[in-house]
């Protein structure tokens, strides 16, 4: 099924480099088997296209989108009309870990939205139905994105904290920028409102908004992660969550996990030194990274959305035109900002 009254092809944002975005004309794709094309609504900025932003691409980015359907190649099962988002993963689904629902870790996949496909800045987005994941449609569709980076990659990370720590008592997240947000408000809806969680970071912009989610802020410009711990009346952590990326903020979490603590390395970057006698094997501690999350969690997500969409709207803090792209992206890394989402 396609739709005629689309258009032969579109102005969208080009990511120039130097941290430049212009705007090139690209042909409307036609979806092929297998294929949705998607008028995008909403797509949500993340640090993770900084190179994309500082050193330019000739893909379209965007990996944080939701839209509408508006055409559907042979064998999909997607009406026209259908409200949804999509998946950052082209994966196979045939491998040995997507048949387990293991998405996330897919041994043959075809590729990723927004960095080697075109994305969600674009006006119509090409995807794979299998990414596709439909939300009803009293769901807005900027709150829809909320769903991915900022719901699906956290819940993830806490669900594999659980596999080694099934009765965390306390967290420690490094970064309040939106995914260290995000973490804050899946925390408290995972662990109830009265779940300690300190959240440290050297935006005190960030850091306001983090302590309005009913986070603990400690910011480190004028203390250590250890210092403004026992500020706050906590001396070690069951739970600590990097998605800072930095090998700085790595260190101090593992210096205040407890015994039988979980650091899980979600954001992208630096290393980590470890003493294994002591760090590791005494205390029973466990390192492990935590990449996106799997497609099969959306289901879950979209109920915890929908009941506590108060609670997660607040990391939405600046909403723009797709005309005003640059403008969202120079405010967006300069850390004064929760999410920020190009609205269509």
Request: with cysteine; net charge negative; hydrophobic share 40%.
């Amino acid at each position: 099924m396609s739709s005629h009254s689309l258009p032969a092809s579109v102005k969208v944002p080009h990511f120039l480099g130097q941290g430049r975005i212009g705007v090139i004309e690209k042909a409307v794709p036609e979806p092929g088997p297998g294929q949705l094309l998607l008028q995008v609504k909403a797509n949500a900025l993340c640090g993770s296209e900084r190179g994309q932003f500082y050193n330019g691409t000739e893909v379209t980015p965007g990996h944080e989108a939701s839209g509408i359907v508006v055409a559907a190649g042979p064998n999909t099962h997607t009406p026209v009309g259908t409200p949804g988002v999509v998946f950052l993963m082209d994966y196979c689904g045939e491998c040995r870990n997507c048949r387990l629902g293991l998405t996330n870790v897919c041994l043959d996949k075809r590729g990723d939205m927004g960095f080697n496909r075109d994305g969600g800045y674009g006006v119509y987005e090409l995807v794979s139905e299998s990414v596709f994941f439909p939300v009803d449609a009293d769901i807005p569709m900027t709150e829809a994105t909320l769903l991915l980076d900022i719901m699906g990659t956290n819940s993830h990370a806490i669900r594999r904290a659980r596999l080694v720590h099934p009765d965390p008592q306390s967290m420690v997240v490094a970064g309040a920028g939106p995914i260290g947000l995000g973490m804050l408000a899946m925390a408290k809806i995972r662990f109830g409102q009265d779940f300690p969680v300190v959240v440290v970071d050297l935006s005190p912009y960030r850091l306001q908004l983090a302590e309005t989610l009913g986070g603990l802020p400690v910011d480190l410009n004028h203390r250590s992660l250890a210092q403004g711990m026992q500020d706050h009346g906590l001396q070690e952590a069951d739970l600590a969550m990097d998605t800072s990326g930095k090998g700085a903020a790595r260190q101090a979490c593992m210096a205040v996990l407890a015994k039988r603590g979980v650091l899980v390395c979600i954001g992208h970057g630096e290393g980590l030194s470890l003493t294994v006698s002591p760090d590791l094997i005494a205390g029973e501690r466990a390192v492990m990274g935590s990449e996106y999350f799997c497609y099969d969690e959306l289901a879950e997500n979209l109920e915890l959305l929908r009941s506590h969409l108060p609670a997660l709207q607040p990391i939405i803090t600046h909403r723009f035109g797709v005309e005003d792209i640059q403008a969202a992206f120079e405010l967006f890394f300069e850390g004064q900002t929760g999410k920020v989402i190009i609205e269509q």
